[in-house]
């Protein structure tokens, strides 16, 4: 089974995204060496590119692409397709289902994230809070905890903000879809949606995470971009606020100065 939960055809349109796909199959051909093969939930990839493994880090090389069953130079968002890969990272051991293969400005794996998560009317009790649970998000497949921010429980067939812990770090972007099913991954509970994939560790509870969580629900860059500014004394780090959104270097470029904010230095923590 895979899971595609991202918004691939929005992504698709409006190629404002780097890279990502999420491995379900790897194996060696010989005389080729390593194969993967995936759906690719946003950008483009051709041949030659670099890509690094995620959550783990380790670099590769594209030397063949196959899109749609044929021999391609590139292949984009939407499209399912086999990369053959070389390089130190391309072990099978190291780029097996549930790995993603992403652009270098997009690695920014993680062990938190804060969401909007709707719990299913069949679940017959309310999901309280602190609840263990199986992450579903694309093919990853992880156990982590989830955190209630909007008092100790949410109602079965209702929605409610939530902080997700995972047990150990996982690649995950704004707007990506889940599914979260009980500790023995056999019962659907809800489903949700990635509001801010670098949360701070502090502040879980604060009237201003929620605020913020709520106004960057309308899956809105700008908007978010906006809302972090004002809750931020000290700044927005726009490098990681572009990592978390999955934003090329153009499109967050172009939303600086849509918003008309002041840049300080030249580095990535503005």
């Known amino acids: 089974e895979v ?3 991202a918004d691939i055809e929005g992504q698709a349109r409006n190629g ?3 890279f990502r796909l999420a491995v379900d199959r790897s194996f060696h051909i010989t005389g080729a060496g390593l194969v993967v093969t995936g759906h690719i939930f946003s950008g483009q990839v051709a041949l030659d590119d670099q890509l690094i493994v995620s959550p783990d880090g380790t670099q590769v090389r594209v030397r063949s692409i196959n899109a749609n069953d044929q021999s391609a130079q590139q292949a984009t968002a939407g499209q399912r397709c086999a990369l053959n890969l070389t390089g130190p990272g391309a072990r ?3 780029v097996e289902r549930g790995r993603w293969l992403v652009g ?3 690695y920014a794996p993680t062990q938190r994230f804060d969401a909007r998560i709707r719990v299913l009317k069949s679940y017959d009790k309310p999901f309280v809070h602190w609840t263990p649970v199986h992450l579903h998000l694309g093919t990853q497949d992880v156990t982590a905890r989830v955190a209630t921010l909007e008092g100790e429980s949410i109602e079965c067939g209702t929605e409610g903000l939530v902080r997700i812990t995972t047990d150990k770090p996982i690649a995950g972007w704004v707007g990506d879809r889940f599914i979260l099913r009980d500790q023995s991954a056999r019962r659907t509970l809800a489903g949700g949606t990635i509001l801010d994939a670098q949360p701070p560790q502090r502040g879980r509870s604060h009237s201003e ?3 913020y969580l709520t106004d960057v629900d309308v899956m809105d860059p700008s908007a978010a971009l906006g809302a972090l500014a004002a809750s931020r004394a000290g700044g ?3 490098n990681e606020f572009g990592q978390s959104w999955n934003l090329t270097t153009d499109a967050l470029q172009s939303l ?3 918003a008309q904010m002041d840049v300080i230095g030249s580095g990535d923590s503005q």
Do not use: F, K, M, P
């Open 3 to 5: 899971l595609i939960n």
């Open 16 to 18: 404002t995204n780097n």
């Open 92 to 94: 099978r051991e190291g």
């Open 104 to 106: 270098a400005d997009s």
């Open 209 to 211: 995470r929620i605020r």
């Open 236 to 238: 927005v780090a726009l």
């Open 256 to 258: 600086v100065r849509d």
